[in-house]
């Protein structure tokens, strides 16, 4: 079993919608990020949280918010879906620090907004 | 926070090795050299970490020079498998994790 695992896998929502990605781990890691990525422009950070009561912004937060309801999960939500939204997006464990703090991603989810 | 430049793109041969630098001018004292291997509709996947001089495992080997304002990523004999893009990050290893740059990495195509 994969040790990172999002739902769901592929969405299409329309504009103004709210939509909830989910990330779940079995890592035991306290560190979770959430990374958008478009075509040609690599991965962006949106946000990360380095244990359930730490929340952090990435470098691109705007119209995003996260939740971590518990070590092993980290959602992320489009308030009101835009289509310049359309991405794939990736939940992100990593290892303690002193440990390598490798960095374990999930599937993505390939998010489409029309 | 260091940020990296790495070639867009590279093409090699199946059983060929491939060289792929990245330079980190801005490097501190304390950030680490990270790679990272992602094939299309995948998740990166880490490679290789090293602080200085030389570090290989079973996939590949990191150069890195006593300035260490750059390293290169050396990869065996490459297979038709190995065509991904390949990402240099530099960070601190400590709190400041959260915040590495991915960039727009290095699109390798191995052709047969």
């Known amino acids: 079993d994969a040790d990172v695992t999002q739902t769901p896998r592929n969405r299409i929502t329309k504009t103004g919608k709210r939509i909830m990605l989910e990330c779940s781990q079995t890592k035991g890691h306290d560190r979770m990020y959430w990374y958008r990525q478009d075509p040609g422009l690599g991965l962006r950070l949106i946000y990360y949280?380095?244990?359930?009561?730490?929340?952090n912004k990435g470098e691109i937060s705007d119209g995003y918010s996260v939740s971590r309801q518990a070590q092993a999960k980290f959602s992320l939500s489009l308030e009101s879906a835009i289509p310049n939204q359309t991405a794939l997006y990736f939940c992100a464990t990593s290892d303690p620090p002193g440990q390598g703090e490798t960095q374990y991603f999930g599937p993505g989810t390939r998010l489409l907004v029309l | 926070l260091a940020k990296t430049t790495q070639p867009i793109s590279m093409d090699s041969y199946e059983g060929q090795e491939v060289n792929i630098t990245c330079s980190h001018n801005n490097i501190a004292t304390n950030d680490y050299i990270t790679w990272y291997q992602q094939f299309p509709s995948q998740g990166p996947r880490f490679i290789i970490q090293g602080y200085k001089t030389k570090v290989t495992n079973e996939v590949a080997s990191l150069f890195i020079p006593a300035d260490r304002k750059s390293s290169t990523l050396s990869l065996p004999r490459v297979s038709l498998s190995d065509t991904a893009v390949y990402y240099c990050l530099v960070g601190y290893r400590g709190s400041t994790l959260g915040r590495l740059y991915f960039g727009r990495g290095t699109q390798l195509t191995v052709w047969p």
């Open positions: 949280s380095f244990d359930v009561k730490d929340i």
